[in-house]
């Protein structure tokens, strides 16, 4: 049975897909509003619009970040096993 390569050190691959599909819903979200990294920063002071531009560029950010992004958005992500 093989398993899934690690794309980055130290992180398992369920992690890094969970933290894709965040980023993409995240965007989804953002373009479907007309949203700016201003307009999430006054619910969540710590976002910056170069957050905005790394997921944009197919990068992804930390799971702390990226729910604190969807909680100020009002959005709600669920785990599905």
Do not use: W
Not at 3 to 8: A, D, H, R, S, Y
Not at 20 to 40: M, V
Not at 45 to 66: C, D, P, Q, V
């Amino acid at each position: 049975m093989g398993l899934p390569c690690i794309p980055e050190p130290y992180k398992s691959v369920t992690a890094f897909t969970i933290e894709e599909d965040l980023g993409r819903a995240i965007l989804s979200f953002i373009d479907a509003k007309g949203l700016t990294a201003i307009d999430i920063q006054k619910r969540y002071a710590s976002i910056r619009a170069g957050h905005i531009a790394k997921l944009r560029r197919g990068e992804t950010l930390n799971f702390k970040m990226l729910s604190s992004i969807a909680e100020a958005l009002g959005l709600t992500p669920r785990l599905v096993i």
